[in-house]
Nanobody, 127 residues
Framework: QVQLVESGGGLVQAGGSLRLSCVAS????????MGWFRQAPGKEREFVAA????????RYTDSMKGRFTISRDNAKNTVYLQMNSLKPEDTAVYYC????????????????????WGQGTQVTVSS
């Protein structure tokens, strides 16, 4: 069982930056690939980014590539999402998730691929 706790959300003006963190419990963090998803009110949960267990591979949704960066520190059991040049349309609850596969696979962008989820952290971008 893995427990995930996100933090770092908040209110920021358009063009600003935030860094989200997600701390995982357990001793096998490096064996999980990790993902970030987001869900805006009235919309489906969407994939943001993912990183392999070693951190050597990453994947992003095209619209966020270049603005968002996912990284991880396996010694701290933590995955990060650095978000720059934020836009009002980035407003959502952001969730981190863990997948038992340490590699990024074709289904990595699908929420159903993930085994464990955090409770989410709210990000609000004002115009």
């Amino acid at each position: 069982q893995v427990q995930l706790v996100e933090s770092g959300g908040g209110l920021v003006q358009a063009g600003g930056s935030l860094r989200l963190s997600c701390v995982a419990s357990g001793r096998t963090f490096s064996t999980y690939s990790m993902g970030w998803f987001r869900q805006a009110p009235g919309k489906e949960r969407e994939f943001v980014a993912a990183i392999s267990g070693s951190g050597s591979s990453t994947r992003y949704t095209d619209s966020m590539k270049g603005r968002f960066t996912i990284s991880r520190d396996n010694a701290k059991n933590t995955v990060y999402l650095q978000m720059n040049s934020l836009k009002p349309e980035d407003t959502a609850v952001y969730y981190c998730a863990a997948d038992r596969s340490r590699l990024l696979l074709p289904h990595t962008t699908l929420s159903g691929a993930y085994d464990y989820w955090g409770q989410g952290t709210q990000v609000t971008v004002s115009s």
